[in-house]
């Protein structure tokens, strides 16, 4: 596609509740990324991909956060039991290679609400 | 630990006003330097990169941004801000590992007409 693509924008899960976002990167993007971003406040890294190897997860803040990417394209992050401090936006990136010296686009994000 | 800083949570400007919004990281070292802005209920867009060179980088819509490896600074710039220029403007810095960002708390930016 032209951009991220990601789904569902807009989720709202009661305490407790497992969700699953996913993420359409850019065809052809090597890396993919995932950040959190709690309201205003700047993006928080939580995890990253180079094809389906998951290189660096130092950023995601607990078990009940886990992230896959099977087959190199398509990724989702799942939440387990979510609980409020949960409720951010979580953003999905790709870049083209590996190595900060790659422009990285981001999608819409999914706007995640937890009551 | 790496770490981003932008100064200014909040910016208020009349149109036709000079802009510059701070922004220093921890440490140096290889950086990698980018200013991404969010226009309302939009994606975060890049605004321009610094990866090596001339230390002046030109971005898109009349932005610059200066590079002082000295004081660990990348303040974005521009001359004459517009109506248009109304957004969130963040700063992010990858130190080669992978492609990771760290960025700073953002700075929203407001224009008057």
């Known amino acids: 596609g032209a951009g991220v693509s990601q789904s569902p924008r807009y989720k709202v899960a009661k305490r407790g509740q497992d969700v699953a976002l996913r993420c359409d990167p850019i065809?052809?993007?090597?890396?993919l990324f995932w950040y959190q971003q709690a309201l205003g406040q700047g993006p928080e890294f939580l995890t990253y991909?180079?094809?389906?190897?998951?290189?660096?997860k130092s950023g995601l803040p607990s078990d009940r956060f886990f992230a896959e990417r099977p087959e190199g394209s398509v990724s989702t992050l799942k939440i387990q039991r979510t609980q409020q401090e949960d409720s951010a936006v979580y953003l999905c990136?790709?870049?083209?290679?590996?190595?900060?010296?790659?422009?990285?686009?981001f999608g819409e994000g999914s706007w995640l609400t937890v009551v | 630990a790496q770490s981003v800083s932008q100064h200014n949570h909040h910016v208020i400007l009349s149109e036709a006003a000079s802009l510059e919004l701070g922004c220093n990281y921890s440490?140096?070292?290889?950086?990698?330097l980018f200013w991404y802005v969010q226009y309302p209920g939009q994606h975060l867009q890049l605004l321009l990169k610094?990866?090596?060179?001339d230390p002046l980088v030109k971005g898109i819509k009349g932005f610059e941004a200066e590079f002082i490896k000295s004081k660990f600074s990348f303040n974005l710039r521009k001359p004459s801000v517009q109506w248009s220029d109304t957004a969130e403007y963040f700063c992010?810095?990858?130190w080669g590992q992978g492609g990771k960002l760290i960025f700073g708390q953002g700075t929203e930016l407001s224009v008057k007409p």
């Open positions: 992010a810095v990858n």
């Open positions: 440490y140096g070292g290889t950086v990698n």
């Open positions: 610094y990866f090596s060179g």
């Open positions: 065809s052809g993007h090597v890396s």
């Open positions: 991909f180079q094809n389906e190897a998951q290189l660096d």
């Open positions: 990136a790709s870049s083209l290679a590996e190595g900060g010296g790659n422009t990285i686009y």
